[in-house]
């Protein structure tokens, strides 16, 4: 009985000891299945994906820039990429040849690609590839060739400053191409494809479902040809008067659109890596420099708004000579007495301090934060700087007087632009724009931007006294006589700043800023300008250096606008290339004026609109975006009906 009782017992340990070590064996293998099914789940299935699906982006087509007349100054091109499959080449050494003499390559650095581990790389992006050399190329195993686009600016350097460019990827990196970035990309398509075991697409989803979603087209503010006048005019001053550089902006002074701006030194954006940052920086937004004596324009109108002297009144200028606590102010002349008026036409110094010191701190400070000095215009663009305008109650004992003829505070080319706007514009402070309209690749508008008045700065009549007063400057015995146009008023101020030492303190010897900006005509103004000359070598005064250029872009940019003298006030009317700005004078000559309907084809809405109204009959607007058809045709009599526009 014992013996059968110990072998029962054995049996059962056996039966426990074999269950058990099933019951581990399954325990293991439900862990690792729970490990792999669950909590390993999402790195395995991206393993996999990794294997047998491929995910190829196709890039959206980035929309074009054009000026206000519709004329290119940005494309995109459809151009091929090289790359590589290095498993796939049977021979780096032959191969490398090949493609080193089709790509004008180093041969080793070629076969140095080829011979790398990875399964994909880059070897040349976006090249233009000619018939034979393309065919050299598709014929190699292992080397295929990718459609993407490149981004190609027709004009060059013209506007590069402003337009800005684009890297490798499509990407705006400055300019308008970097600040209106995600509307020009578009959105790009992503298709999933399954792959063989040699990595080869077997198959697509559907297309037409996931197309890439083309840029929007920009439309800017910028008149191609009057920004080529005034980049022509800048850069023979820059290398006549070997400066270090210059920058010059045309604006609308009453609507605030920018119709050129330029730069010097500047860059082509088709190579950009070729140049420096500072030869891509946009010194009209980015350099903020002391204005000088264009600055004493802000401080009399500040003074005549709040009655702190008439026109009429005299101030004894100290023959040349004042101080003021430990500082001595001078003079290029040694005046006496002279009026409001004659300060600003000579441009005395002395005369300036005791006008914003009859005005006082506060509220020149006042005026001057007013007119956007010490904060940033909000213009379209990327990089703008503030400039320097300290708060008053950290102004020293003499930077009253200081800041009342230019030093001590500091602005860019656009702030100085845009406060001279406000005085020709009847005292209303615009906020700057670049881009007139964003449009779809069939050109129909779906954004458009319009004037934005931020705030009034001086009353109508003031700015009507400071026009006759800067009109005086340009006449003889001003000190901007040359920048006088031949059967126009000019209304402008001259400004000669010292650099300051950033080094050492103080000023720097012999290094000087020349600026020049007013508006023409005077009275009814098309045009407002600025020109700022870096350092100029020779005859630096603003007088001799900036303001015959300010004439040479004035006179030929009024040109083109088909804008001439008429009456004997000097008044003039825009030409219909496209400006939307309000209505002008009414004497002046426009080269267009004819009887009949005019030609709309090409116009905005708003300029069919403003051009119906110049000759008294109703429109009716057909569609969105530009005229493309209209009746009665141009030149026919509009009837006693409204004229029809179509717009696509």
Request: proline share 4%.
């Amino acid at each position: 009985m014992k013996r059968k009782g110990k072998g029962k017992s054995y049996l059962r340990f056996r039966i426990f000891f074999i269950s058990g070590v099933f019951i581990l064996i399954f325990g293991v293998i439900f862990a690792r299945a729970f490990e792999l099914q669950v909590l390993e789940s999402g790195r395995l299935k991206a393993m996999a994906a990794r294997q047998h699906v491929r995910t190829v982006n196709v890039q959206s087509k980035r929309g074009a820039i054009y000026d206000r007349n519709l004329k290119e100054l940005a494309v995109s091109l459809d151009v091929d990429s090289v790359y590589v499959q290095p498993r796939k080449v049977e021979s780096p050494r032959r191969t490398a040849r090949a493609l080193a003499q089709a790509l004008s390559m180093d041969t080793a650095g070629v076969e140095r690609k080829l011979r790398s581990a990875g399964n994909f790389v880059w070897l040349e992006r976006q090249v233009d590839l000619a018939g034979g050399r393309r065919k050299a190329i598709e014929d190699l195993d292992g080397v295929g060739l990718m459609k993407e686009s490149r981004r190609y600016y027709p004009n060059r350097q013209l506007a590069a400053n402003l337009i800005g460019f684009t890297g490798v990827d499509s990407r705006g990196l400055e300019g308008v191409e970097l600040f209106y970035d995600r509307m020009l990309r578009g959105e790009p398509a992503r298709f999933s494809s399954d792959k063989d075991a040699m990595g080869r697409l077997i198959l697509y989803e559907d297309m037409d479902k996931v197309a890439p979603v083309h840029g929007m087209v920009v439309e800017l503010t910028i008149d191609k040809a009057i920004q080529y006048i005034a980049e022509k005019a800048l850069r023979r001053k820059v290398e006549d008067s070997g400066a270090k550089g210059g920058t010059a902006i045309v604006m609308d002074p009453k609507t605030g659109e920018i119709l050129a701006m330029a730069s010097v030194p500047t860059f082509d954006p088709n190579n950009f890596r070729a140049f420096s940052e500072r030869e891509w920086r946009n010194r009209a937004i980015a350099d903020a420099v002391e204005p000088g004596s264009v600055f004493k324009t802000f401080i009399i109108s500040a003074a005549l708004e709040e009655n702190a002297v008439k026109a009429s009144d005299s101030f004894y200028c100290e023959n040349g000579s004042y101080r003021v606590a430990n500082r001595v102010f001078h003079d290029v002349d040694k005046n006496g007495w002279l009026t409001v008026p004659q300060i600003l036409k000579v441009s005395s110094n002395i005369g300036a301090a005791k006008i914003g010191e009859r005005l006082g701190k506060v509220q020149l400070y006042r005026y001057l934060r007013a007119y956007g000095f010490g904060e940033k215009t909000g213009i379209d663009l990327p990089g703008e700087a503030t400039g320097l305008l300290r708060p008053y109650g950290k102004w020293s004992k003499v930077t009253l007087e200081t800041v009342s003829f230019g030093q001590g505070v500091s602005a860019t080319p656009l702030q100085l632009v845009t406060a001279v706007s406000a005085v020709a514009n009847g005292g209303f402070l615009m906020k700057p724009y670049v881009v007139k309209a964003v449009m779809d690749h069939d050109h129909r508008v779906v954004k458009e931007f319009n004037p934005v008045i931020r705030r009034r700065v001086v009353s109508e009549r003031t700015a009507g006294l400071m026009t006759g007063m800067l009109t005086g400057v340009t006449q003889p015995g001003g000190t901007g006589v040359k920048a006088a146009i031949e059967g126009f008023e000019v209304a402008g101020k001259t400004g000669t700043a010292q650099k300051p030492d950033l080094r050492a303190g103080g000023y720097a010897k012999g290094a000087f800023t020349s600026s020049f900006f007013g508006f023409v005509p005077a009275k009814d103004p098309l045009l407002a300008i600025i020109v700022m000359i870096d350092e100029p070598k020779k005859f630096y005064h603003g007088g001799e250096a900036a303001a015959p250029v300010f004439k040479e872009i004035a006179e030929q940019s009024l040109s083109h606008m088909d804008v001439f003298p008429g009456g004997g006030s000097g008044r003039a009317a825009p030409a219909t290339s496209g400006d939307d700005s309000p209505e002008r004078g009414d004497n002046a000559v426009r080269a267009d004026d004819g009887p009949g309907v005019p030609d709309f084809t090409g116009k905005s809405v708003r300029m069919v609109m403003r051009m119906a109204k110049e000759k008294s009959f109703g429109v009716d607007i057909i569609g969105s975006g530009r005229a493309y058809a209209q009746k009665p045709a141009p030149g026919g009599a509009p009837g006693k009906g409204n004229v029809a526009v179509w717009f696509r």
